[in-house]
């Protein structure tokens, strides 16, 4: 190394040096995130009617509930929200909350279903039919409802007229001068804002071909298990063999909470039926949730052509037959010891 090589490399060392020690000088005086303004809840003022519009932002949200005096400051909210995340599941509606409480305590209150007035709930996977009966329950006359089914269309990118899949899942509320369109477009506004960011492609599929696909995920897995039930449906298609899915024969027959299916019902000559019919039913069997639609983009790696749940809980895949049959005797015995109960 030359003489005149070292002072220069001394002053870089140097220059090195005053940067690292500048660097820890302005952390060490620079302020952490401001605290925000929160009540402590040690008091409670009293109840306030609060109206959430759909597609509100958590930031939208917590300006609003500062100004009811629900919360202290906005940004409080905002925190808590983002901290929670079943706060995506806030319904648009109106909502009673107390007032002068923790963040954290607006956020649990406002997806508290005994709060939300005029309540309708869209359940996960919940037919146009179920909807139908929750919306006339709650006070739309039946005819209303009957024609706003006809009435309403969904997004035009999926060309479609029919409705089934759109409904977003959530509990919604609505004032009683609402009318039944209104109410089923407030159900479609919350689909659009809560998909907004899908990208609706995946190999050669159409948008309403993976959006029945998020349905099928929905109606057989939880959501732990969704990619895997999503790459059982593509393994399937792929290779030509029948989804045979009782949830699609569920579908058809309009019932709930069925376990087993009967060898009548799987011979049931319809369309939805896929023990009889290949490929996808014609549309989608029920409103999918933003996990089954992303995993019907995003399908788990693997093999798998078969899964049967075999103890609430627990699902298992496997790609053979044999061992498909061994996993359905181990949920025939878990069943008939009354362990799905």
């Known amino acids: 190394m030359t003489s005149i090589e070292r002072p220069a490399i001394r002053n870089l060392l140097l220059a090195g040096i005053f940067v690292l020690a500048f660097t820890f000088f302005i952390r060490a005086i620079a302020p952490g995130p401001a605290k925000a303004p929160d009540y402590d809840g040690s008091t409670r003022g ?3 009617v609060v109206h959430i519009e759909a597609g509100m932002s ?8 500062e100004s009811k005096d629900v919360v202290k400051s906005s940004l409080a909210y905002f925190r808590a929200a983002v901290a929670e995340p079943k706060s995506e599941r806030i319904a648009p509606g109106e909502h009673r909350l107390e007032t002068q409480i923790p963040a954290r305590e607006a956020v649990r209150q406002l997806l508290d279903a005994d709060r939300i007035v005029n309540l309708v709930r ?4 919940a037919r146009i039919k179920e909807i139908s009966r929750a919306l006339i329950k709650a006070g739309f006359g039946k005819g209303a409802v009957s ?3 006809k009435e309403v269309r969904p997004p035009s990118a999926f060309k479609t007229k029919s409705l089934e899949g759109f409904l977003y899942p959530a509990f919604y509320s609505f004032p009683n001068e609402t009318d039944a369109s209104d109410a089923i477009e407030v159900m479609l506004s919350k689909f659009d804002f ?5 990208n609706w492609s995946y190999l050669d599929f159409t948008p309403y071909q993976l959006l029945t696909i998020a349905s099928l995920i929905e109606g057989e897995g939880t959501p732990d298990v969704f990619d895997k039930v999503s790459r059982v449906i593509y393994n399937r298609l792929e290779v030509g063999m029948k989804l045979q899915f009782d949830s699609s024969v569920h579908y058809i027959l309009d019932s709930r909470g069925e376990i087993a299916l009967s060898l009548k019902d799987a011979k049931i000559n319809n369309r939805y039926n896929t023990y009889m019919y290949q490929g996808l039913p014609p549309t989608p069997i029920g409103s999918p949730t933003i996990k089954a639609i992303e995993a019907a983009l995003n399908p788990a790696e693997g093999k ?3 899964f049967v749940t075999v103890l609430p809980g627990e699902t298992k895949f496997t790609a053979s037959y044999d061992e498909f049959l061994r996993f359905k005797a181990e949920y025939k015995r878990n ?3 009354g362990k799905f109960e």
């Open 147 to 149: 024609a706003a089914f």
């Open 194 to 198: 809560t998909t907004k960011r899908v």
């Open 335 to 337: 069943y008939q010891a």
């Open 122 to 125: 869209v359940r996960d996977g």
């Open 46 to 48: 009293e109840e306030v």
């Open 304 to 306: 798998w052509l078969y």
């Open 58 to 65: 958590g930031s939208e949200i917590g300006t609003l509930l």
